[in-house]
T-cell receptor
Framework: KQEVTQIPAALSVPEGENLVLNCSFT??????LQWFRQDPGKGLTSLLL?????REQTSGRLNASLDKSSGRSTLYIAASQPGDSATYLCAVKNQAGTALIFGKGTTLSVSS | EAGVAQSPRYKIIEKRQSVAFWCNPI?????LYWYQQILGQGPKLLIQFQNNGVVDDSQLPKDRFSAERLKGVDSTLKIQPAKLEDSAVYLC?????????????FGPGTRLTVL
């Protein structure tokens, strides 16, 4: 059974810092991995999607990497801003299914 | 293109009462998902529909939860009777045809509080 773990559960940093969020999964037979952002009281916004054959994806100040063999992904946020404060969720889609399996998320707080 | 719509956005009920949530997926999307997100947890799939048929409901507590998508478009998720542990955000998502290659698009969610 696929399990997704995110570390740390919470993170507080001052504005301008570069930071890394970690995601690990137990079954390497994934189709893709996706990073979402969730603001309080809101739905999920997709940030980056990495196919299993890819190593990384970039969007603006965000860079996500994937090491499928070791069951790990990282989300790198450069030059953090207060507007980046949110919960970041990692989700995998197994090769055998279509539903997403989520981690518990990392709640990020960026202070000005 | 309009996104996934859900209503109501918030609902507060007493335990043992019943409640229903509504979801309207993106036009033309054949696959619809309901996820439950308990505070501090990631979303967990409750049920997946392909058109008006159920693909996966293995994690749906069928003694109290039910869902339908009668015409293959809108969907309703019902809880009867509600328990305290049902307090959560209920997210609806849709995708074009349910293939592994599809992207899921999420609605804003319905936050349920059971007192």
């Amino acid at each position: 059974k696929q399990e997704v773990t995110q570390i740390p559960a919470a993170l507080s940093v001052p504005e301008g810092e570069n930071l890394v969020l970690n995601c690990s999964f137990t079954d390497s037979a994934i189709y893709n991995l996706q990073w979402f952002r969730q603001d309080p009281g809101k739905g999920l916004t997709s940030l980056l999607l990495i196919q299993s054959s890819q190593r990384e994806q970039t969007s603006g100040r965000l860079n996500a990497s994937l090491d499928k063999s070791s069951g790990r992904s990282t989300l790198y946020i450069a030059a953090s801003q207060p507007g980046d404060s949110a919960t970041y969720l990692c989700a995998v889609k197994n090769q055998a299914g279509t539903a997403l399996i989520f981690g518990k998320g990392t709640t990020l707080s960026v202070s000005s | 293109e309009a996104g996934v719509a859900q209503s109501p956005r918030y609902k507060i009920i007493e335990k043992r009462q019943s409640v229903a949530f509504w979801c309207n997926p993106i036009s033309g999307h054949a696959t619809l998902y309901w996820y439950q997100q308990i505070l501090g947890q990631g979303p967990k799939l409750l049920i997946q529909f392909q058109n008006n048929g159920v693909v996966d409901d293995s994690q749906l507590p069928k003694d109290r939860f039910s869902a339908e998508r009668l015409k293959g478009v809108d969907s309703t998720l019902k809880i009867q009777p509600a328990k305290l542990e049902d307090s959560a955000v209920y997210l609806c998502a849709s995708s074009r045809n349910g293939q592994t290659t599809d992207t899921q698009y999420f609605g804003p969610g319905t936050r349920l509080t059971v007192l």
